[in-house]
Every structure is written in structure tokens, then in C-alpha cells.
């Protein structure tokens, strides 16, 4: 099986290279380095470092089994502020990737957004929840959901859309604005405060990555839009006393583009694929503060 991950450099894309490596599957990682960090790239992985918008390279590259999409910008906040180039890398990006494509791949598995795209949500949504997105960010990625969906139908190529939740666990960026747990563990490890971005009422479905990469294991073979998350909701100040049971937090004006509540109904993955979150989020934060405290021990950091 050979697999093409664009953004394999990155949090999660290189999570779900590791995992298809084990399984012995051929990985090769497109990444630009834009967020990506080199040495998140596995040993067993041919990188090639280039932008999912640059035509002489992708037609360089040669067949696939499975293009797995991870390469965007994904930051809503950023997206909010810099509209045009959300859109060129998650509209014009994947058009420009898929174009250049052509005859080259069986099936495409497209990293989505379920935490973005449905906007507020009552309960909990479905595949079915009607879509309300409420920043360029969530705008750009179900326009790239459509883009994927036709583009497979033309060329008769299968196409599965993963619905994220908010992703969490070793790697993700702490820099950026969004991945409040990443953010939040690094501050503890510094012994720096934690923000909470408006009253902390927002809540939010978090998925473990590990759990993430099975998902994308899982559903080689299968066509269609399928969440991915755990169907339970935990509120940004619950989660603050899940970090830091003895502390204050801070508290900040809310931040443009993010929805209110966000949880996702994965019926639809444990069905069609047997895919379900395995992870409590206790025994998920236990174990990506583990993990990050013996990195910086191995580095020195
Ligand atoms: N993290 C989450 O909670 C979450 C939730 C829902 C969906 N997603 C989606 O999952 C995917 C991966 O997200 P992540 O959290 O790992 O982010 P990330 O920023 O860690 O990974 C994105 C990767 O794409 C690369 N990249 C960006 N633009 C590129 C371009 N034009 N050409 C080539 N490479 C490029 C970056 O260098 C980076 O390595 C994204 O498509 C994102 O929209 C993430």
C-alpha cells in the first residue's frame, strides 16, 4: 500500500504516517514546513518538502493507493484575520493537489473540521446536523469537503471525509492559538498561567490523536462523510480543573470565529468501519503530559 500525506509534518499528519508505517504501508510526506516540524517526519517516511499549491512538484510525484489530505492552515483565529490566505491553502490547495492528481490515486481521505463546520450545536450533531460555519477557516473546509466529493465522482476515485472534533496529544503546536491542552500543558511546564478565552462556558468534544490515526486506518476502503469524536462534551473551565485543580484562571475576551458548543456524533464510524474513541480524556491528558515531560528531558528542554 502506498500512501501520499500531505502535512505529515505536522500534529496529526504525522501521527497517522506512524501508524501506517507500522502497519507496513509505504508513506511518503509532502509538507511545506509552514507549522510541520522536521523531526516529527518518521525515518521510514521519503519526505519531500513543498507546498500543496505547487503544480511542479505534485506532478512529479508518482502513483498512490491513498492520498490522505492533512496540509491546510488551521487556525480559526488566523483564518478570521487572514481570510485570503486560509483560502488559498485550503480551497485553492487542495484544488491544485487533486488537479495535479489526475489518474494518480484510488481513494482520498480528507482531513475535515465536525468541531468547525457545524457551528453551534445543541446536543450533539450527526452527519446529518446542518452546517453553519462561522469563520473562513470552517467556510474553507467544507467548500475543500465539496471539492473532494466531486472532484472523486469525476475521476471515479473513492473519497472519505473525516470529521475531526478538537484533536489533542503529543505534538500538537502550543505556539499557535488554537489546541487549548497543548497551550495549557506547555504553560504548566513552564510555570506560566493558563488563559481561558471568554467565561469558560464553551464547550468542546476532545479526541485523543492516537485515537485519530485509527480512524484514518480504519476507514481505507470506504466512501463517505463520517465524524470522528467522542460524543462527549467537556466545558473549557472543567478542563481547566482537569489541568490545574488548585488554581485561578485567567480570564480573556472570546475570541472572533469560535462556535459555543461543539460535540460530535460518531455512530456512523462505529458502523460502517468499527471505529470508536477509545481514550478517556483523563487517561489522554495523563498520557501526552507523560510523553512531553520525557521529550524535554531527552532534548534538554
Ligand atoms: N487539530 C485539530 O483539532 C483538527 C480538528 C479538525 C480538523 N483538523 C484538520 O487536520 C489537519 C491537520 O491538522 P493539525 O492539527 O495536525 O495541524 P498542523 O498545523 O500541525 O498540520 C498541518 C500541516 O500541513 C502543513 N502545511 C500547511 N499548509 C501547507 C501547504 N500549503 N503545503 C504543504 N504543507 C502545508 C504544515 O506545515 C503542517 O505540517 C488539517 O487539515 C486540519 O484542518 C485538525
Request: glycine share 8%; hydrophobic share 35%.
Amino acid at each position: 500500500m502506498k500512501v501520499l500525506v500531505t502535512g505529515g509534518a505536522g500534529f496529526i499528519g504525522h501521527t497517522i504516517s506512524k501508524k501506517y508505517i507500522e502497519k507496513g504501508y509505504k508513506v511518503t510526506i509532502l509538507d511545506n514546513l509552514s507549522t510541520g516540524k522536521k523531526e516529527n517526519i518518521p525515518n521510514d517516511a521519503d519526505f519531500i518538502f513543498g507546498d500543496i499549491c505547487d503544480s511542479k512538484i505534485i506532478k512529479k510525484l508518482g502513483s498512490f493507493d491513498l492520498l490522505s489530505h492533512h496540509a491546510a492552515q488551521t487556525s480559526v483565529t488566523f483564518s478570521v484575520k487572514n481570510p485570503l490566505i486560509d483560502a488559498r491553502n485550503n480551497i485553492f490547495g487542495t484544488i491544485s493537489l487533486l488537479e495535479n492528481m489526475k489518474g494518480k490515486i484510488n481513494q482520498i481521505i480528507f482531513a475535515s473540521t465536525g468541531g468547525a463546520i457545524y457551528g453551534n450545536i445543541k446536543k450533539t450533531a450527526t452527519e446529518k446536523h446542518k452546517t453553519n460555519p462561522e469563520s473562513p477557516y470552517a467556510l474553507n473546509k467544507m467548500t475543500g469537503e465539496k471539492i473532494v466529493t466531486m472532484w472523486a465522482k469525476q475521476n471515479k476515485t473513492k473519497a472519505t471525509i473525516l470529521r475531526y472534533s478538537n484533536v489533542y496529544g503529543l505534538g500538537q503546536d502550543p505556539h499557535g492559538e488554537s489546541g487549548v491542552i497543548a497551550i495549557w500543558m506547555k504553560n504548566i511546564l513552564e510555570k506560566k498561567p493558563c488563559v481561558i478565552y471568554g467565561d469558560g462556558n464553551s464547550v468542546r468534544d476532545y479526541v485523543y490523536v492516537e485515537d485519530v490515526a485509527n480512524a484514518n486506518l480504519l476507514s481505507i476502503g470506504k466512501e463517505g462523510v463520517f465524524n470522528i469524536g467522542t460524543g462527549i462534551g467537556t466545558s473549557t473551565n472543567t478542563l481547566f480543573k482537569m489541568l490545574r485543580p488548585k488554581e485561578k484562571a485567567i480570564y480573556k475576551k472570546a475570541r472572533e470565529g469560535e462556535v459555543e458548543r461543539s460535540v460530535l456524533d460518531a455512530s456512523k464510524a462505529k458502523k460502517i468501519f468499527y471505529w470508536e474513541s477509545k481514550t478517556r480524556i483523563q487517561d489522554g491528558i495523563r498520557l501526552t503530559f507523560s510523553k512531553e515531560t520525557k521529550r524535554r528531558k531527552n532534548n534538554n528542554e
